[in-house]
Structures are given as C-alpha cells and as structure tokens.
C-alpha cells in the first residue's frame, strides 16, 4: 500500500470483512489462507481504485464544491509546467480564501472536506443540519465571489461579513463544551488475552452516548470507511453490548481520523491494558501526546503504568491533577492505582476529589464502594451507588450492590420475577460476578437449582479466568474449601501471578484445614504481592491460625503502619493480637479501629468491633466494661438491622450466647430463609472484617 496509514486501513476493513464473513464461508473454502489473502488483496486494490479517483479530479471541480486548506486539497497531475504553475497558484489563493472566511463558515468548510455529510459536520459543530447546509452555502458563495476576482485578474479581497439581521438578538458567548473525558456508563467486556484465554473486565466508557443503532452504525461505516465520527459512535454502541475486541478495530481507525478526542484514546487504552497489551497500550498513549497536550501528564501516567512502574505513573497522575483542574479523569486514574496497590484510603480521598470536580462521573461513583466500606462508610457508599444508577442504569457493580442489599433486607427471600433481579440477569450474560451473585442468592433462598447458575456457565467459556475465580468464591461459601482450592488452581492456569487469586487461595486453604498448603500460600502471597495492606493482613490473620503467633503479629503491625487511619486495618491488628493472647494490646488496637468508624453510620464494622472488646475485657476480668461493650454492640445491631438483619440477627445471637445478655431477637429464624442463614452464619464466623463479600 505504500503508506502506513493505507495499510492500516487496509487491514480494518479486511479484518471486519473476515468478521463478517468467515462463518458463512468457511465449510465451503479448500484453501483458508488463499481466500483470506484473495479478500485483502481485493480490499486493497478498492483503496487504490479510491486513491486514484481523487487524485485524478481537478482542482478547478473540486474548488466549485469543496475548496480545503493545503492539508486537505490534492494536486491534479498536469502535463506542462504552466499549468502546473497556474494550478499551484489556484490552489495558494482557494486556501488563501477558505483561511479569511469568518470562523464559523471555515470551520464549516474544513468540516466539509475532513468529515462524511452534513450530519458529522453538525455533529462536530454542534448545531442543526439545516443550519449547517446555510452555512456551508454562504462560504460556497464567498468562495465562488474571490475565485471570480482572480479569474477576472483582480487580486480577491477577504468576504466580508453578513450584516446582522434587523431586530435579531447578538449572539452571546457560546456555550462551554461538556469535558470529553466524562466517564459515562460503566459496562462489563470479555476479551480474549494473547495466549487465548478470556478475561472479564470493567470498561469506563468516554464516548458520548449514540442515539443510533448499532446495526445502521455498521451499514454507513462500511459505505464510508473513511468516517471518523461514525467510527466512534459504534465502537460506543459495540462498547455498550460488551463486544471490546470488535470495538478496538473502530477505535483505532477512527482516532486516526479524530486524534484530539481524548475520550476515544482513554478507551482505546483501557481495552489494550484489559487485553493485557501493555506495549500496545504504552504506543496509544504515545500517539495520544502529540494531539492532547494539555492531558500530557494524565497520558504519561497511564503509559508509566502500562509499562509497570507504578512509582513513576502516580507522579504523572499528581501533576496531571494539577495541570488539569476541572477535569476528574486524573483523579480517578490515581483512586484506580492505589486500589492496586493495596490503599483503600488513599483511594477513597482520590474519588472524593474527582467528584468534587464533577459529581455526575460514573467511575468515581461507582469506584469508591469497597474502599468506603473499610472506612466504615457503608451509607455512603450506598448513596454514591445510587446516583451512579441515576446516571447509569445499567452500571453492572451498582446493580449487583444492589440487588444483595435488597435480598439481605428480605432475610434472602427475593422473587427472581422482580425487575432488580431482571436487570442483574442482563448483565450476567457477560459478566460472572452477576452470575455468581444470582446462583448465591438462589441457594440462599432455598433453590439447589443455583448451583447450575455457575456450573453452565464454566462450560459455555471454560477459559474465562473470572468465571472459575466465583465458581472458586460460591464452592467457598457452600462450605466446600476443598473443591474451590481445585477451581482456584484451574484459574491460575489461565492467569498465574494474579493477586486477588493469591489472596483468595490463602483464605481458602486455611478454612480447608490444609496447614502446609496454608503457610505455603502466605509465603508466596507475601513474595509476590508483599507492598499491599491487605496482603500483610491476610497472611498475619493466616499465620495466626496457623500458630506463627511472632510472625502474624509482626506482619499485622506491618499492615496498619500501612493504613493507619484504616478501621478495618486496626480491627483486624486487634484480632491477631488476641489469638497471640496479648489482651491488652488488643484491647488498645480495636479501641483505635472504634475510635476511627464515622459516627452514625460503619454499623457492619461496629457491631463486631464492639463484640470484640466485650470479649476481650471480659477475658481481662473487667466484667462492667464487657458488659458496656456488649450494650454498645446491641445497640449497632438495631441500626444494622435496617440494611441487613440477617447479620444483625447473627451477630446478636452471639452476644447473647457468649456474654448471656438477656434481650428479644432482632429478627427470627421464621423472618429469614433457612439457606441463606446457614451460608451467612459460616461466612461470618470464618472470614476476616476485610474480607470481600457480596454487598
């Protein structure tokens, strides 16, 4: 093709060809790769064939109907030097004259020349298509006039400016465009990594909302290859049905058309570092500098991250939120990078900021849940995931967030007709998480046919890592460890090296009764993914167990040196500490993880938290404090109750079982499916405050 960028085109449009077409041709082809070699070289030819028809137009016809600047206009070929003079002079004095038309008709003009039809141009613009056709033939008009004056040998003047019209109010200043970097919708996308296993994923998507179809998308970008705009548009609608592999073919061609859209870059990115292209996704930022200056910072960030060196990326991300005071997008970029690097509050102060600068981002909204739920802000989280669904009715954590709750309120019993439950199923046609929460709250409310939620589901994509990652989290809390260590090692096959699997694996082994597999998943948890809070604390509340008292207690101090404004980190410390039987210092520690939880609100940490220390004094031989403890936990159990009395009820039967203070259950076991309280009962007294669960 002789040019990379025909070559590249070349290659988009024979790859959505093949996707189009193989299936239907495949049984019938002898030889696969002559026919694919046969459909790219005819693709290719047809861009010559394009090439060569524009350049053989004049630049006399193309002046009567599309006069562009130099970047734009093709030199016809002649065949003498005078007229290639002449025609080199035409075309100086047509750019001369589309550069002096008043902005509003030249960025019409070039709008003309650069997009396809009068439906990108008003898109581009933001105006009306009859509105850009006026303006378009008034700069036709004032073209024609200065061509005229130049034929006539009259050197052409700059068009003057249309009168306004009598009585017609001025035009006010315009209005500001809304920031291109606004994350819209969060959506789920499986792609396929380069070894050819599948991977799930959450896309924040950038580009604004398409009110077309997919499918007329698809007919006019294959009319108009060469669209840029409508390219975006349907990778925003592929984006939206979860289809990232098909969309990065349509985002990539269309920056190329549209390189200033900082929006389409953000999502290409995202889908190269889902794809686990780091090389891929370092290049796309590159490409991204050169037209997206004032996001320079944002986009080295993001390449030093995809590069892995994440000390160099939060740098980049502290000085974009600088250099980019109204926009969220660095914000959210750093709030990402230190919830990988195990900084739950670090991250929650990050989205915080974010959403003072724009409290309709979705990212942010939606991000900061598990974060919030460490500090002991469970009510906000709740209130930040309903404005998310304001904002994102489809937002796939939101609803799952949701529909847990709803089903945790109703004691487990929930009517799968309902329209909550309804909009979950969408989302799990592409997304375990959903399907694992929908086979949980089956179970729970007494259906064995839940289990089939899972198990279908490993065998339509048995190399989808998240799919054997909740099958491994729903055999867990069915009280079978040993068949979820067996699909947690299925997993590490599809991806080793993975952090949440590490530290799923060391949980799981424990409650397994497997010590050796235990301390061996510590080890390697603490060598792979040491740095974290979260994994300091898993291997401390392991080792514990485990008898490594000296050890545990060392990496628990570890942990909250970390985080030491953390509720959760303080409480945990506390528990490490009383299985070491230093009472005193445990007292001490979850006295701090109280003293940290916001007033009013943090009752899931609270209750337990309380619990705790009237355990703890009563072994001390301070009766009046246990009791005091045991009253303030009783009354975190009535506020608990409101959003979730199947663990307010649990954990209330335990105070009265362990310290026999005398009080009416919160809730009855006739008020609670029998299922979902057995599988909360064992989660509760098994799994760390940290510990990731549903809702």
């Not at 439906?119 to 006039?145: G, V």
């Amino acid at each position: 093709m002789r040019q990379e960028a025909d070559a590249e085109e070349a290659f988009s449009r024979a790859s959505l060809l093949l996707y189009r077409k193989l299936s239907a041709h495949v049984e019938k082809v002898d030889n696969l790769r002559g026919w694919i070699l046969r459909l790219t070289f005819n693709v290719c030819m047809s861009l010559h064939r394009e090439n060569r028809r524009r350049a053989e137009q004049s630049i006399e016809e193309m002046a009567a109907e599309s006069p562009a600047p130099a970047s734009v206009l093709p030199h016809s070929p002649v065949g003498n030097p005078e007229s290639a003079y002449l025609q080199k002079e035409l075309g100086h004095v047509l750019r001369s004259s589309i550069e002096s038309l008043p902005e509003r008709l030249r960025e019409t003009m070039i709008g003309h020349l650069t997009l396809d039809g009068y439906r990108e141009i008003a898109d581009h613009l933001e105006i009306n298509e009859p509105n850009a056709r006026k303006r378009m033939q008034e700069a036709r008009e004032a073209l024609a006039q200065g061509l005229a004056q130049y034929r006539a040998g009259d050197a052409p003047r700059p068009p003057a400016p249309r009168p306004p019209v009598r009585g017609r109010k001025p035009a006010g200043p315009s209005r500001p465009a809304e920031p291109q970097e606004r994350v819209r919708a969060l959506r789920s996308a499986v792609v396929t990594l380069p070894g050819g296993q599948e991977r799930e994923g959450l896309l924040a998507l950038h580009l604004p909302l398409s009110r077309e179809r997919r499918d007329t998308l698809e007919r006019y970008v294959e009319q108009h290859p060469r669209s840029g705009m409508k390219r975006l548009a349907l990778a925003r609608a592929l984006l939206e049905e979860g289809r990232a592999d098909e969309a990065r073919l349509h985002l990539k061609a269309g920056v190329k058309r549209q390189p200033q859209r900082l929006d389409a870059w953000l999502d290409l990115i995202a889908i190269y570092r889902l794809q686990e292209r780091p090389v891929a996704a370092a290049e796309a930022c590159e490409r991204a500098l050169a037209a997206n200056r004032p996001a320079t910072a944002l986009l080295q960030g993001l390449q030093a991250w995809c590069l892995g060196r994440p000390e160099d990326a939060e740098r980049s991300f502290l000085e974009a939120r600088e250099a980019m005071p109204e926009s969220p997008a660095p914000c959210v970029a750093l709030a990402e990078l230190q919830m990988a690097t195990g900084r739950p509050r670090e991250a929650a102060e990050s989205l915080a900021q974010a959403l003072a600068r724009d409290p309709a981002d979705v990212a942010a909204l939606t991000l900061g849940a598990e974060p919030l739920r460490l500090l002991g802000r469970a009510a906000e989280a709740r209130r930040r995931d309903a404005r998310a669904l304001e904002l994102d009715a489809a937002n796939p954590p939101a609803l799952e967030r949701r529909l847990a709750a709803s089903a945790r309120r109703a004691g487990g019993r929930i009517a799968p007709e309902g329209g909550l439950w309804r909009a979950v199923e969408t989302s799990a046609r592409t997304r375990p998480a959903a399907r694992s929460l929908l086979a949980f709250l089956r179970l729970g409310g007494g259906d064995l046919a839940g289990i089939g939620e899972m198990v279908s589901l490993l065998a339509e994509r048995p190399r989808l890592l998240q799919a054997r990652l909740e099958h491994a989290r729903l055999q867990d809390a069915l009280d079978r460890p040993l068949a979820a260590l067996q699909e947690i090692d299925a997993a590490r096959e599809l991806q080793p090296g993975s952090r949440e699997l590490d530290l799923l694996a060391c949980r799981v082994a424990l409650r397994a009764g497997l010590p050796h597999r235990a301390l061996q998943e510590c080890e390697g948890l603490l060598a792979g993914h040491g740095d974290a809070w979260d994994t300091a604390s898993t291997a401390a509340w392991a080792l514990s167990h485990l008898g490594r008292l000296e050890r545990a207690v060392e990496l628990s101090r570890a942990a909250v040196a970390r985080q030491p404004e953390l509720p959760a980190a303080w409480l945990e410390h506390g528990r490490v500490l009383a299985r070491a039987e230093r009472l005193r210092e445990a007292v001490a520690a979850t006295e701090t993880g109280w003293s940290l939880l916001p007033e009013g609100d943090g009752f899931d940490l609270a209750v337990p938290a309380a619990l705790d220390l009237a355990v703890l004094h009563r072994r001390l031989g301070y009766p009046e404090w246990a009791r005091q403890w045991a009253l303030l936990a009783l009354e975190a159990c009535v506020a608990l109750r409101e959003t979730d009395p199947v663990r307010a009820h649990l954990l209330r039967a335990r105070i009265q079982a362990e310290l026999g203070v005398a009080a009416a259950p919160a809730a009855g076991p006739e008020d609670i499916s029998p299922a979902f309280l057995w599988i909360e009962e064992r989660r509760l007294l098994t799994a760390q405050i940290s510990e990731r669960s549903f809702g």
